[in-house]
């Protein structure tokens, strides 16, 4: 007879990226706010390539994802950092490349990015 054995105790699996950034490029056509109109897809383009640069793309890394509209319309454009939930809006490149830095690298919030609570659709 064999006498069953306890569960192994299980150890965390480490996620598969570390961070995830998704940026809204919806655009709309009927004459509403959208986050196409304010340079979302240079923005989102930009964050690719620097993420790359920076050797922080693939497992273990960032993965820049596109989105549709993400419901925080009247602050757009705007990006999201999870697992934190960070949302940011930007205005340029020069704003990216310091979420990538400062945040997607290292970290940090970048809080002068950081969306106000209250912006919706
Ligand atoms: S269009 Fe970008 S959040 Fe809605």
Redesign the pocket.
């Known amino acids: 007879m064999t006498t069953p054995t306890a569960p192994s105790p299980s150890r965390p699996t480490p996620p598969y990226f570390e961070r995830h950034i998704f940026f809204?490029l919806?655009e709309r056509k009927n004459g509403e706010a959208?986050?196409s109109q304010h340079h979302a897809q240079e923005a989102f383009d930009h964050c690719k390539r620097a993420i790359r640069e920076a050797n922080l793309n693939g497992p273990g890394g960032v993965r820049v994802n596109k989105a549709g509209?993400?419901?925080?319309?009247s602050g757009?454009p705007?990006a999201v950092v999870y697992p934190e939930g960070v949302w940011y809006t930007y205005v340029d490149t020069d704003d990216i490349d310091e979420i990538v830095r400062s945040h997607l690298k290292g970290g940090q919030v970048v809080h002068r990015l950081e969306l106000d609570p209250g912006v919706g659709?």
């Open positions: 809204c919806n959208s986050c509209c993400l419901d925080r319309c757009g705007v659709r």
